[in-house]
Each structure stands twice: as structure tokens, then as C-alpha cells.
């Protein structure tokens, strides 16, 4: 199997505040890691690409200050949400892929709320 | 740039029926197209994956096929069931991990 997990599932912060997510490929090792988000009833967006080891790629238009990416393992990566304000709630979902078969094992996503 | 489009983006059949839904790609340079189902608040469940040499995928009641050249996929959804609804969304991958969803098309399927 290719399971991938999050954490937290979903969250509720204050604005100004900081939030971290983890992603981790709990049976595989996973190269390549990637963090999309969502807004309701619209489709995933990629905001980057991380490999481990490596600074991330960002998306034109993501603010890599805002959203700061560490892939520290082969099996984790984490997303933290710097200085939260509202207009960054939303549906966050990380993927996964195993070596160079481009095929992506995605988590059951985080929801963030911030009030 | 490679732009996925989905139609119809919502569907409501009664139990029963045999239904087909729609994904387009601009670019047919892709790598692989995938099939996606997502329910309410969920996350991602890979349905089918159709490699560029393929032209179809089955599993069970799904079958989806793929048109390079004519930029189309289809999703095909044999004896619909109440279970099945949900959002069904399609990936086109152009390469490098390059992935371009659709919006989606949220499916109904009435008892």
C-alpha cells in the first residue's frame, strides 16, 4: 500500500498566530512531497514541491515566507502557516510520491480555520 | 500551460442509472490522467490512473478512458449507487510531477 497521514486533521487558530502541519508516508519513503490547498467547492491549487533535503519549490503567486515548507525526512514534511489571518482558512492536503512513477498517494487533508 | 476543465460541474441521477462524466486537457502532452473521488471534507481517494500509452482503466463498476489526441477523458459509472456520491475530480500530470486538477463535478445519485 502507499498510505499517507496529516496532522493535525483540523485546526483553529487565532490570527497572528503560527500553525504547523505534518505529513508523513507511513509505509514508503517518499521523495518527493507536495502541499495543495482548497477552498470550498473550488479544486486543488499547488502551492509547492519539496524534496528531502532541499528548499522547496513554490507556485507563482505563493508567499514562501508565509508558507514555509520542511522536508526533513524521506517520510515527513511539514507546512507551517505563518502569521495566520482568515483568508488563509482552508483546506490543506499534502501528497506523496515513491521514487519517479509520478503517480501521487494523497492524505485526508487539514482543515484550518482562523478567527 | 496545461488547463483541465470538467463537465457537467454537478449531476444529479437516480439510483440505477448508468452515468458518464467529462474531463478535458489543452495540452495532450501528459503523462498519466487520474481519476479522483472526494467526499464532503475529505481528502483525495485515487480512483483509476490511465498512463498516455493507455486507453482505458477498469475497476469494478468505474471504466475511464482517455483521448490523447482529442485532449478527453471519460469517467464511466455503471449502475449508480446513493454511495457514489461525492466529488469526482480528474488530474492530468504534463511530467516532473507537474499536476493540473480540474474543478470537479459533484455527483448526486438519488435513492
Known amino acids: 500500500g502507499a498510505v499517507v497521514s496529516q496532522h493535525p486533521s483540523w485546526v483553529i487558530c487565532k490570527s497572528g498566530t503560527s500553525v504547523k502541519i505534518e505529513c508523513r508516508s507511513l509505509?514508503?519513503?517518499?521523495?518527493?512531497m507536495f502541499w495543495y490547498r482548497q477552498f470550498p467547492k473550488q479544486s486543488l491549487m499547488l502551492m509547492a514541491t519539496?524534496?528531502?533535503?532541499?528548499?522547496?519549490?513554490?507556485e507563482q503567486g505563493v508567499e514562501k515566507d508565509k508558507f514555509l515548507i520542511n522536508h526533513a525526512s524521506l517520510t515527513l514534511s511539514t507546512l507551517t502557516v505563518t502569521s495566520a489571518h482568515p483568508e488563509d482558512s482552508s483546506f490543506y492536503i499534502c501528497?506523496?510520491?515513491?521514487?519517479?512513477?509520478?503517480?501521487?498517494?494523497f492524505g485526508p487533508g487539514t482543515r484550518l480555520t482562523v478567527t | 500551460k496545461q488547463e483541465v476543465t470538467q463537465i457537467p460541474a454537478a449531476l444529479s441521477v437516480p439510483e440505477g442509472e448508468n452515468l458518464v462524466l467529462n474531463c478535458s486537457f489543452t495540452?495532450?502532452?501528459?503523462?498519466?490522467l487520474q481519476w479522483f473521488r472526494q467526499d464532503p471534507g475529505k481528502g483525495l481517494t485515487s480512483l483509476l490512473l490511465?498512463?498516455?500509452?493507455?486507453r482505458e482503466q477498469t475497476s469494478g463498476r468505474l471504466n475511464a478512458s482517455l483521448d490523447k489526441s482529442s485532449g478527453r477523458s471519460t469517467l464511466y459509472i455503471a449502475a449508480s449507487q446513493p454511495g457514489d456520491s461525492a466529488t469526482y475530480l480528474c488530474?492530468?500530470?504534463?511530467?516532473?510531477?507537474?499536476?493540473?486538477f480540474g474543478a470537479g463535478t459533484r455527483l448526486f445519485v438519488k435513492a
Open positions: 509505509d514508503f519513503q517518499a521523495t518527493t
Open positions: 488530474a492530468a500530470n504534463t511530467g516532473g510531477f507537474k499536476t493540473i
Open positions: 490511465i498512463q498516455s500509452s493507455q
Open positions: 501528497s506523496a510520491a515513491k521514487d519517479r512513477d509520478y503517480e501521487q498517494y
Open positions: 519539496s524534496n528531502e533535503g532541499s528548499k522547496a519549490t513554490y
Open positions: 495540452d495532450s502532452a501528459i503523462y498519466n
